[in-house]
C-alpha cells in the first residue's frame, strides 16, 4: 500500500504554525505525522486548534507507548483529524521516564481531561495543569502504573 497524497497546502501550513515545536513533519501511510518537542506541546495544539487555513482540529485520541528498554523514553501520542482537509495528523512527544510529566492540552481540548487521567492512571505520565489528575481505569489505592514496563516488572 502506498502513502495517501496530502494537500501540500495542509503540509505548508503545519510547517509555518510549527518551525521551532516539530522535530519532524512527514507524510505516512494514512496520516501526517509530527514529532514535537515535549516542551512546545502546548503552544504547538493551541495553534492546531482553531487555524484560519486548517479550520477546526479534533482530537480523536491520545495515549502512551512504552519503550522497549527500562532507560527508553515513553512516547505520547496525540490523533488529530482535520475534517474540513479530510485527513489526519498523527502528533509524537518523547518523554523521558526519569521526568515523565508534560503539559496538558485539557485547557484546549476538554475531551483531554479524561484522556490525560487514563495515560497517567497506566503509565504514569503526568500532566502539568490537569484539572483533576487521578485514577480513572484502576482503583483508588492501586500502585504504581501497570504500563510502565520498569525493571523487573
Known amino acids: 500500500m502506498s502513502a495517501a497524497a496530502f494537500d501540500p497546502r495542509v503540509l505548508g501550513r503545519l510547517r509555518e504554525l510549527l518551525p521551532e515545536a516539530a522535530e519532524e513533519i512527514v ?5 501526517i505525522r509530527v514529532q514535537l518537542e515535549r516542551g512546545s506541546l502546548r503552544r504547538a495544539m493551541g495553534k492546531l486548534v482553531h487555524d484560519e487555513i486548517l479550520g477546526n482540529a479534533v482530537l480523536a485520541d491520545l495515549t502512551a507507548v512504552s519503550g522497549s528498554g527500562p532507560s527508553s523514553p515513553f512516547e505520547l501520542l496525540y490523533a488529530l483529524s482535520l475534517p474540513e482537509w479530510g485527513c489526519r495528523i498523527a502528533l509524537r512527544v518523547a518523554v523521558p521516564r526519569e521526568s515523565s510529566r508534560v503539559d496538558s492540552v485539557a485547557a484546549t481540548w476538554p475531551c483531554a481531561e479524561w484522556l490525560e487521567r487514563e495515560v497517567w492512571d497506566l503509565f504514569g505520565i503526568g500532566f ?10 484502576l482503583p483508588e489505592g492501586f500502585e504504581g502504573h501497570p504500563l510502565r514496563r520498569e525493571p523487573g516488572s
Request: glycine share 14%.
Open 27 to 31: 507524510e505516512g501511510r494514512d496520516a
Open 128 to 137: 502539568e495543569g490537569h484539572p483533576d489528575l487521578r485514577r480513572i481505569v
